[in-house]
């Protein structure tokens, strides 16, 4: 009788090699690299050509020789498609360009141009009545863009098939073209030259956000959207970001420095008043977002509610800020009047926490819906015939007078060094310096104990009670701070608008500060980060103040975008390294294979162990 040995014996694991990755149009290399150049080339030369017979459409793209408007769009994107083509040739000097993915970042630029310029010629149409309104520029950038696009399809994809689609469909494949690998171990470079890196990378970001916040019309706005999120794209499938992003790790104070730096530059950066006045008020609704993602983000407590107490804070400021229509009627300076409506808020937070923080999940979400309601409602009564005349019901709080600061009036503009610095500048600044402190006590409260407590709490609220985390505590500690730091905000929205009313704190409307608004912005830009709201934020801020024409869509959009967010990055717009995890596969088993020991080997007992 012969009995197998089980250790001896073999299995057949061998799997079949995955399929390679196909270009989506078959086309050998070579040619695929240069029809990309032709194409990009052409579109380039293209907006050097009139794209239009008349003035009526803005921009002046009548102008042979100067590129203007959605012209200039159009020749960044193919610039840049001509350099990363380039990179990946290799030219010698360009390899820095990618090194992550090398033709994918191509396909997005060349979409991005296609876009842009597709999008300019059917506004011209649309606007002017017909395809007869474009002169030979605009054709000439529109094919370019085609064949560059064509081109770009046809380069080798950056990596081949996952395993568990080796075969996917067309739409597989198309997806599978924008992937690429991760980028390549950075060269040791000297601190100076890591710093002045960094530097360059705030330098450009700033010039991108303050031309995209300085077009003076639609069109153009859209255009900047359509190039800015392709070409942001394609630069983080070339590994840039993430070289940066290791950088920005390295040297964290240089790298919160040169973020202060560049954020104070973009007022002077800004001619128009107006534009000046929407980074304010970005500021205003990014620095109360960073306080709800201490109470949503970092501690996981659903709150709907959460732009009451920015309004307790505007109340709170309004009442002893010197308004004639106050019915306090004193005038305190403004630091004294920025800690009442951080005080205020921080009361309310306590009182509202208290009860309350004993629910979870929906319960506790509804009962912040229901405290923002009673504030805007109450605000409304405090009338002198429903209650107590107070808050003036629903004509609010007018006429609040400007900032003094050390002899400094914010009202007035001011020159700096040859520029002039105007009210929303003035203002604008001071928020920076409140969104620095925000973001100041953010950090030391994620990277505390407390803050570790909060996570915990976050995952799994019985397993660290288990553990002897006091979570009633914590959590009203979350809500009271988050409370403050939206009353602090407050107080400066309080000067920058004029006025107070209780229409302007709705859990959704239109028009921010909302809660639906402050919760999509913590969402859209990644819970539990810094950058993440005051990114999301600036988002949703900018693009409906800049396309009035779809104020009446807002919450549609708002709805969609959310719907996309979810489906192809839950994490948000920035991520930290908990999130991409949770969300996404890793390759790495949860429980490693039981393979047998080989032939000699001798295992350990437990009680050897």
Known sequence: MTIENPANSTTDTTKSPTPKATPLIPLPPTPARALTLIGAATALVGTFLAWTWTNEFPGNLTVTGYPGGLQILTLVGAALTILFTLSGHPVRGLGWLTPGGTNSPVVLLTLGVLGTTGYAMGAISDELGGLVNLDPGAWVSGIGSLIAVIGALGLPVDQPYADDDPDPNLWGRFRHTLTAPDPRPAKELPSWLEILIIAAGFGIGLYVFAYGISTEYSELFIGFLIIAAFGFTAITRAGLLKRLSALTAKHRNITSTAAFVAAIC?????????????????????????????????????????????????????????????????????????????????????????????????????????????????????????????????????????????????GLPHDVLGHELTRSGNYYLLMLLFTAIVVMVFR??????????????????????????????????????????????????????????????????????????????????????ISGPLIGAALLYLIPAKLQFMADYQLLLFGLALMLLMRFRPEGLVADRRKQLEFHETGQLDVPKDTPLPDGATGIAKAGA
């Open 444 to 529: 030391r409260s994620a990277e505390s104990r407390i803050g570790r407590a909060w996570v915990a709490i976050r995952e799994d609220e019985t397993a660290a009670t288990a553990m002897g985390i006091n979570g009633f505590r914590l959590k009203l500690l979350a809500f009271a701070l988050g409370a403050s730091l939206a009353g602090l905000a407050g107080t400066v929205q309080a000067h920058v608008s004029y006025s107070v009313t209780p229409e302007q704190y709705q859990f959704a409307g239109s028009v921010p500060p909302n809660s639906a608004f402050l919760l999509a912005a913590v969402i859209l830009g990644g819970m539990g980060t």
């Open 266 to 410: 973009f007022p002077f950066t800004q001619s128009n008043d107006q534009f000046a006045l929407i980074g304010a008020n970005i500021l205003i609704f990014a620095t109360v977002a960073l306080g709800l993602n201490v109470v949503v983000g970092l501690a996981g407590l659903l709150d709907l509610g959460y732009v009451a107490f920015l309004g307790v804070g505007a109340y709170a400021a309004a009442l002893v800020s010197g308004s004639p229509q106050s019915s306090i009627g004193v005038h305190f300076p403004f630091w004294a009047a920025a800690l009442t409506g951080a005080a205020a808020s921080l009361i309310f937070g306590v009182v509202i926490g208290a009860p309350t923080l004993r629910l979870r999940g929906d319960y506790l979400a509804i009962v912040t819906l229901g405290f923002g309601e009673i504030f805007r409602i109450t605000m409304n009564n405090l009338n002198g015939n429903s209650g107590p005349d107070v808050t003036n019901g629903s004509n609010g709080i007018p006429n609040i007078p400007d900032l003094e600061i050390f002899g400094f009036n914010l």
